[in-house]
């Protein structure tokens, strides 16, 4: 470097030193994915119907190709486990880790960490979908997706447009970008009071329910639906993971290092968008999981997205599984809205992390 001029050719330098600055804590991964197992034995072996580990366990091993293993479950309990227990469990996972990915994206992207995946207007305009479709009958469904999860899709891929276009697109800093969520948000939300105001009790008791959160399912449609874009938007913002440590510097020593913030940016936002629309089209609104998860995830495994986004995904799919068998089980035969106990929960975790940081502050 020279009269204080940083070399153009230099990604190939900065991965190396990311490299050696941000080692991937394997002790982190090992004990999230134990974590994430042993949820998911919990979940599958916990409710009404209890059943045993063994036999579940056994079960599902026969299930693999090429592998033959008796299982001690009857066939009532093995229609308990595949049909009603397994597409729950693997539903509140693929939500949970969607929702914790988002939201350490949006971190990222914001350098902030207190953005979380209804920044930019989302659940406002879900929420909005939501109220039409089940207060007016708006038949906008298709297959599996329901009115109401279509409905709650296109609000929210509405909202994040209009914040999109309000700021200006891709080019717009993140204090635009921000500010346009937050008036895009406020907008949306008066229209769902609006229409609320509108419905009769039970219309009104139903949306209610819906924007509490909820993992009921009737089989593996839900999953089916949501599956694709877990899997194509994480692997978009799994790729972008080490440019959003370079984004931490500031945008114009990114572009110094041979960085295109602006188009970083766009394709992180938008992932991490639809990512959370297609969540809350299926589960309603669930607060807190992506703004505690990765905040937690950066606390004990370091500041380096490399990390944060992928062990987000995993954290976030095991608090919301291990939530969920609580919201089955904790009132049963009744069930509570699963938003309600991860803002039960989150909220005073997040208060104690924020607590502790100003403390040392």
């Known amino acids: 470097m020279a009269d204080g001029v940083l070399p153009i050719a230099a990604p190939d330098e900065l991965d190396l030193s990311v ?25 599958a072996t916990s409710g009404a ?3 045993p580990v063994g ?16 299982s001690s479950l009857s066939a009532r309990q093995e229609s308990i486990l595949m049909q009603i227990r397994l597409p729950r469990m693997v539903l509140g996972m693929l939500v949970g880790g969607a929702l914790g990915m988002a939201g350490a994206a949006y971190q990222g992207v914001f350098r902030n960490p207190l953005a979380d995946p209804y920044l930019l207007g ?17 038949d906008v469904g298709w297959g ?3 009115a109401v999860p279509a409905a709650a899709f296109l609000g929210a891929m509405g909202a994040v447009g209009m914040t999109t276009v309000i700021s200006r697109g891709a080019w717009s800093s993140p204090a635009t970008l921000l500010l346009s969520g937050v008036a895009v948000a406020s907008l949306f939300s008066a229209a769902q009071t609006y229409a609320l105001q509108q419905l009769n009790e039970t219309r009104a008791r139903e949306v209610l329910s819906w924007l509490f959160g909820q993992l009921n399912t009737s089989g593996w449609g839900q999953v089916a639906i949501l599956g694709p874009y877990v899997v194509v938007c994480g692997f978009v913002l799994l790729a972008t993971r080490r440019h959003l440590d370079v984004l931490r ?13 602006r188009a970083v940016r766009l394709w992180t936002i938008l992932a991490a968008s639809l990512l959370t629309a297609a969540a809350v089209a299926v589960s309603g609104l669930i607060a807190f999981v992506g703004l505690v998860v990765p905040h937690l995830v950066r606390l004990l495994a370091g500041s ?5 986004l992928p062990l987000s995904a995993v954290s976030g799919a095991a608090f919301l599984g291990f939530v969920d068998v609580w919201a089955r089980t904790i009132n049963a035969p009744a069930e509570l809205p699963v938003g309600v106990i991860t803002a039960l929960v989150g909220a005073p975790v997040f208060a104690l992390v924020l607590w502790s940081g100003a403390r040392k502050a």
């Open 49 to 51: 119907a209890n059943l």
């Open 304 to 308: 380096s997205y490399r990390v944060i």
């Open 19 to 43: 490299d050696r600055a941000f080692r991937v804590p394997m002790g982190a991964v090992i004990v999230s994915v134990a974590v994430l197992v042993a949820v998911a034995i919990y979940s």
């Open 122 to 138: 989302v659940s406002a305009g879900a929420g909005f979908g939501a109220v039409l479709a089940l207060g007016f009958g708006l």
């Open 144 to 146: 599996p997706f329901g």
């Open 249 to 261: 510097v500031g945008d114009d020593e990114a572009e110094a290092l041979g960085l295109n913030p």
């Open 55 to 70: 036999g579940v366990i056994a079960t599902l091993l026969d299930k693999l190709p090429l592998v033959d293993v008796d």
